[in-house]
């Protein structure tokens, strides 16, 4: 019955169908055997997650010790050397746990790039790695910030001993210097968090 059905349709609209039956099957194996999954795995996104956290208090702490520079390089300009070496020590010490937490978040990092080959699709992997390298970068920014700290304190050391003198514009170079890195560090968490928006958007 269904037989007879079949040729009772005009030769034409048979073919049609049959057109259609072919795409559609086609389609649907393509669908199965071709599509690219989307997959994250659970290892990258709990490293990601312990990542930003680490590198929302390493900008929190370099933000502070900005504010401080200030008040050094007025401390300096007044004469007033104890309170500038009193708050020089206490940015070092900021610096030192900023130094820790660029340890923690360089084996997150890390933890992260080892499972970038199992995400897909494609794009999304290569979102993670531009991420993973925008907080890398970071972590590089970070030591110069802490090289450039270090210098200061030498500088303005030698000053209050009496060993150099006319140091003032060395001060000031380094104190903007240490800004740069600052500003520099904040652009790239703000990088890294806009990167991965968009991963999280392609699933």
């Known amino acids: 019955m269904i037989s007879n059905f079949y040729f009772k349709i005009p030769r034409r609209l048979r073919i049609f169908i049959i057109f259609i039956l072919v795409v559609l099957a086609a389609y649907l194996i393509a669908r199965i055997f071709f599509v690219e999954f989307k997959t994250v795995p659970n290892d990258f996104l709990r490293a990601r997650q312990e990542a930003s956290l ?3 208090d390493i900008v929190g702490l370099s933000n502070e010790s900005a504010g401080n520079l200030d008040k050094i390089y007025e401390f300096d300009k007044d004469g007033n050397y104890t309170e500038a070496l009193n708050l020089l020590a206490s940015e070092l010490e900021r610096n030192r746990q900023a130094r820790e937490k660029a340890i923690k978040l360089s084996a997150q990092l890390e933890k992260m790039a080892r499972a970038v080959p199992e995400i897909s699709p494609a794009s999304a992997s290569q979102s993670a790695i531009q991420a993973i390298s925008s907080e890398t970068a970071l972590i590089s920014h970070l030591i110069a910030y802490n090289d450039y700290l270090f210098q200061l304190l030498e500088v303005l050391r030698s000053k209050f001993l009496g ?7 060395r001060i000031s170079e380094l104190i903007n210097k240490i800004n740069e890195e600052v500003q520099a560090i904040n652009e790239l968490d703000r990088k890294f968090n806009e990167i ?3 991963f999280d958007e392609q699933f």
């Open 163 to 169: 060993k150099t003198k006319n140091s003032s514009e």
């Open 196 to 198: 991965m928006e968009g």
């Open 54 to 56: 680490i590198a929302k």
